[in-house]
């Protein structure tokens, strides 16, 4: 049961994720680094300490006394992911987007999901899935098996998107459907796609590194409602401090970005839909972050091990593409290319029902 409810938790994450770009299609007369920023500060800023408020009593003084070196790696694993994110447009604009984004998502799953695992056969702590125990039990090697069909799911999209990009003349979209500069230089552009797919993937380490809060939260659960499992909302406590990395990252480009730019004036231009605007973003930003929401109900029922981000990658692809199929941007591509992205939607959802069963044998 734990297995499957990990899943149902971990496909609404990946839903939220592949979703939260739509409310941002309504938004007017602004620049993208300015509804991003404005979506980000409730993404980053706002709604994280409100979910955690509302879920963990007294989560700041669990983060105050978690220690300097506790808060300093998670906020710099943050910092990281931050990079990470913003460096997946250079990726996409050097090697268009189906093979930019295929290189990046693929190097943050195998990254995000094995690089703690083998950190642990290193550095042994209680209750954490080693990369020897992967691979030498049948649950760890089913896991690991879904993590290789996912890669190859991630592949066969890529290859669908290529065919897409030389099919349709109006130029490339990225996975949100909005217009990407295309400037193709292969050995750059694998380059700064390594870069984005490892950092990206900073995230999780992100969620290790703060693990000791989340240990603090769920403690303190379990003693005030004994013999009722893990606690749910566990995460959000750790979700504060990572959040804060990545906000300073973004804030900072998106400041670059106005300066350069000269749009500052968005946030005040009367000649735009202001209200709606704002309105459209701050749910942009709210959507962006439940998927961690439920990505921390999901692990609270698989453990924290590779299958959680595993899985939140592989929903992520997989709603990232349906929509697409649901929003015609597929539309006026040969039947050829259409059935390869659908094969790629298959073979995505062979490496979840593989991975949560690899956790129903744990």
């Known amino acids: 049961m734990n297995a499957i409810l990990g899943v149902i938790f971990h496909f609404l994450g990946g839903f939220a994720s592949g979703s939260f770009y739509i409310p941002y299609k309504k938004v007017k007369g602004w620049a993208w680094e300015s ?3 404005v979506g980000g500060l409730f993404s980053w800023l706002v709604v994280p300490p409100l979910a ?11 983060i105050s006394q978690a220690g300097g070196s506790v808060i300093g790696y998670t906020f710099l694993f943050g910092i990281l992911w931050g990079i990470g994110g913003l460096t997946y447009g250079l990726g996409v604009r050097y090697l268009g987007v189906s093979l930019g984004s295929s290189i990046i998502l693929g190097l943050c799953m195998v990254f995000g999901s094995l690089i703690p695992s083998i950190y642990y056969d290193i550095f042994p702590a209680a209750g954490k899935d080693t990369f020897s125990a992967l691979v030498g039990t049948t649950w760890g090697l089913t ?22 990009e030389k099919e349709l003349s109006k130029g490339s979209l990225d996975p949100h459907g909005v217009a990407v500069k295309t400037e193709y230089r292969f050995g750059l552009g694998l380059l700064v796609s390594i870069i984005s797919g490892v950092l990206s993937a900073c995230f999780n380490f992100g969620l290790e590194a703060g693990k000791p809060m989340a240990d603090v939260a769920n403690t ?12 749910l909302y566990q995460n ?3 979700y504060v401090v990572v959040l ?5 990252t973004n804030f900072i480009w998106c400041m670059i970005l106005n300066a350069r730019n000269r749009t500052f004036g968005d946030y005040t231009n009367k000649k735009t839909p202001l209200l709606r605007n704002y309105i459209f973003s701050a749910l942009a930003g709210t959507t962006w972050f439940l998927q961690f929401f439920f990505y921390g109900m999901g692990e609270s029922k698989l453990g924290n091990g590779p299958s959680s981000w ?7 692809i997989l709603i990232a593409n349906a929509w697409g199929l649901i929003l015609k941007e597929w539309a006026g591509v040969s039947k050829k290319t259409k ?22 044998l744990k």
């Open 236 to 238: 959000n406590v750790t």
């Open 35 to 37: 509804y991003w920023i």
């Open 220 to 231: 303190l659960w379990k003693t005030a409602n004994p013999g009722e499992g893990e606690f």
């Open 339 to 360: 059935t390869t992205v659908i094969i790629g939607i298959i073979t995505i959802i062979l490496s979840v029902l593989l991975v949560g069963y690899g956790n129903s």
């Open 310 to 316: 595993i899985l939140h990658m592989a929903f992520i």
């Open 52 to 62: 955690a408020w509302l879920t963990i009593p007294n989560f700041s003084e669990i």
């Open 244 to 248: 804060w990395g990545g906000l300073t």
């Open 143 to 164: 896991v690991l098996l879904g993590l290789a069909v996912c890669i190859v799911g991630i592949i066969i999209c890529g290859k669908a998107g290529t065919r897409k």
